[in-house]
């Protein structure tokens, strides 16, 4: 076996997208023969064979980037595996395959095999991936039983994964569930008494507090909503990019929210007056850009909106961090009281729902809120042209009372705009 | 140090204007007898009827219009096997196509596209004109608008494709794609007040990319 390996294209570069293979496992190559291509930066680049034989495996599939010197492909020495013929389909399994609950990792069907060491009956079934090996181990899958329509009969994931997902699959006839949950599985509900048809249910302290806000909110402000079509198309490309590796390397994914949040901040700081409140006859204008980000608890059992402090300060990776944790903690109950004041603007992501646009209600004292819609791939008119964009809607609901339409918009469109030109892949 | 011996040559061809399929295929050749050594380097300048191009890292979100509205605005459309998103190429530019064996220069694809950008920069200069690069957006810009494009294939070292600089270009034609991918704008000499003779500003390019690249020129 050869190892293929990412090769190093200069001396400043340190990893390559491998953009397509040119031959398929099982293929036979020549040594020199182009064999896959990479690209980095603006160049793209054939990529020979370091030796003859049978491209045994491919262990990086095309469109994902790796570090130079990952192995990306094993090579075979020519002779042994020209034609990897399934000849295990003779063998039909003998025994019984033991019952799930075996210790065993791998179910070993072919009792013969002698000291049948870490590699099971899977040689006479040419090459295989460690994916197919891993998904058949994990799911006892007996891959002598299973019919490759690979390259040369070849078994590949999709071929495992499909005896995986067969219901009660030919070759595992052990003992079916225990009868006991027969087809109608729903019992029609036990009669409702005639008499009450309606239920009376005290509310919960915080659907009291939530009423009372939301009340409170739209008799004190005069709530406009305007709505602008932001191109997200460049932000999801930058995330698609990142989130692999982000979720790796922190542990918790890469959403659009961060890039929204700090696409405000950063408008913030241009209209103070959208980060201020009203106090009577005055205009309080905060200094600190706080801001509350609105969380849905379990069911719709309520809603609160724990404040990331000093938000403009942080990166994007430092808010997603920021509202993995505040969400997390918001909804096991465990936000300390300080977590949920001192919001000086609100962010609400209704995108997450499924809902296009909304008109949020202000987190009073604050005079604005920015409602997130979903992103959808939309078609939209470019330059007299049809393009397919990430389109997503923006609702800024302001306090008429303090901002006019002009000035909201003028946010709003900032906002808009920082997103639409996001050049910064450092997250 | 001995002369002469190990002296790279560059040899310049001007194939005129040809469609973008038949200098491809040129192109193709040229890079089959460069792998067996029977010509040196070569720098191929070209100029091509209305084309829209797709480079292996292409998003088809990026070409605006369909094949169908290309082909009757009389704009031919192939996918490659260079390096970048669409582009466009059309009377006006001057497509610049380097035959190279990296082998006797670097082995770095990185330093080659730079060194392309150098030469396109240094060109630039000549004409009065303010050229530079935009990380992480290879080409080279004038401002924010982008007036060269640069995309490459490479295949055991040997370089295929190039750069595209608009000298009298009709913009217009950009309309059709996003550039790149980059929804930024495009820009060429003529759009910046500069009349350039094509043969100047080839004769220009020649130049600069022979001391860029450190060669002795033959014709």
């Known amino acids: 076996m050869t190892d293929v390996v990412m090769p190093q294209m200069g001396e400043s570069i340190v990893e390559g997208t491998l953009t397509r293979w040119l031959k398929n496992p099982g293929d036979r190559v020549e040594r020199d023969e182009p064999l896959f291509e990479i690209s980095t930066d603006k160049v793209d680049t054939e990529i020979p064979s370091p030796a ?71 040689e006479d079934l040419g090459p295989l991936s460690p994916l197919v090996r891993k998904i058949a181990r994990e799911n006892n899958v007996d891959l002598s039983t299973v019919t490759g329509t690979g390259a040369g009969g070849r078994i590949t994931k999709d071929d495992v994964q499909a005896v995986v997902a067969k219901p009660a699959a030919a070759p595992a006839p052990v ?49 406009v909503t305007t709505v602008h079509k932001v191109d997200m198309t460049n932000i999801a490309k930058i995330r698609d990019k990142a989130k692999g590796a982000f979720q790796a390397q922190y542990g918790f994914s890469l959403t659009f929210l961060p890039f929204v949040a700090a ?17 009577g006859g005055n205009i309080l204008y905060h200094s600190d850009i706080n801001i509350g980000v609105a969380v849905a608890l379990d069911n719709g059992s309520g809603l609160i909106v724990p404040v990331i402090a000093n938000a403009d ?91 006019d339409g002009a000035l909201a918009d003028m946010f709003t469109g900032r906002v808009k705009q920082i997103l639409e030109n996001w050049a910064d892949s450092v997250l | 140090m001995l002369a002469a011996v190990q002296t790279r040559v560059l040899s310049t061809r001007d194939l005129g204007r040809m469609k973008w399929a038949e200098a491809y295929a040129l192109q193709a050749a040229l890079v089959e007898q460069r792998k067996r050594d029977e010509i040196s380097d070569q720098l191929v300048f070209v100029e091509h009827p209305h084309v829209v191009t797709m480079g292996r890292n292409g998003h088809d979100e990026n070409v605006l219009a ?16 260079r390096g970048g998103d669409v582009t466009y190429h059309g009377p006006g530019q001057i497509v610049g196509y380097p035959i190279l064996n990296l082998n006797d220069w670097k082995r770095d694809v990185h330093a080659y596209v730079r060194a392309l950008e150098d030469v396109i920069i240094d060109t630039l200069r000549g004409f009065r004109v303010h050229g530079e690069r935009s990380p992480g957006a290879t080409g080279v810009w ?78």
């Open chain 1, 52 to 122: 003859a034989g049978v491209l045994a495996e491919v262990l990086v599939e095309a469109g994902k980037t790796v570090a130079i010197n990952t192995v990306v492909a094993r090579i075979s020495d020519g002779a042994a595996a020209s034609a990897p013929a399934p000849v295990a389909q003779a063998a039909a399994p003998v025994a019984p395959p033991p019952p799930p609950p075996a210790p065993v990792a791998v179910p070993a069907p072919v009792a013969a095999a002698p000291a049948s060491a870490p590699t099971p009956a899977s």
């Open chain 1, 175 to 223: 003992a079916a569930p225990p009868a006991a949950t027969p087809a109608p599985a729903y019992a029609p509900p036990p009669p409702r008494a005639e008499a009450a048809k309606i239920r009376v249910e005290p509310m919960s302290t915080m659907r009291k507090k939530i009423a009372e806000h939301m009340v409170h909110s739209k008799q004190t402000s005069a709530h």
């Open chain 1, 263 to 279: 696409a405000t901040c950063k408008a913030l700081r241009e209209f103070p007056i959208l980060n201020a409140s009203i106090d």
């Open chain 1, 313 to 403: 300060e942080k990166n994007v990776t430092g808010l997603q961090r920021s509202i993995v944790d505040l969400a997390a903690r918001a909804r096991s109950r465990q936000l300390k009281p300080d977590e949920v004041k001192g919001g000086t603007f609100a962010i609400t992501n209704f995108g997450s729902f499924g809902s296009v646009f909304a008109t949020p209600v202000i987190n009073q004292p604050n005079v604005a809120i920015l409602g997130v819609g979903t992103i959808e791939k939309t078609p939209v008119v470019i330059n007299d042209g049809i393009a397919i964009r990430s389109i997503c809607y923006l609702a800024l609901t302001f306090d008429h009372r303090l901002i």
């Open chain 2, 66 to 81: 369909s094949e169908q509205i290309l082909a009757k605005s009389g704009i031919d459309f192939h996918h490659t096997n």
């Open chain 2, 142 to 219: 004038v401002g924010d608008a982008k007036i060269c494009a640069i995309g490459v294939h490479i295949s055991r070292w040997i370089t295929s494709h190039g750069f595209a600089l608009n000298v009298d270009t009709d913009l217009q034609y950009f309309q059709y794609i996003v550039p790149c991918g980059l929804t930024r704008p495009v820009t060429s000499l003529r759009a910046l007040g500069i009349a350039a003779e094509h043969d100047e500003v080839k004769a220009a390019l020649r130049s600069n990319f022979a001391k860029v690249f450190g060669y002795e020129t033959e014709n």
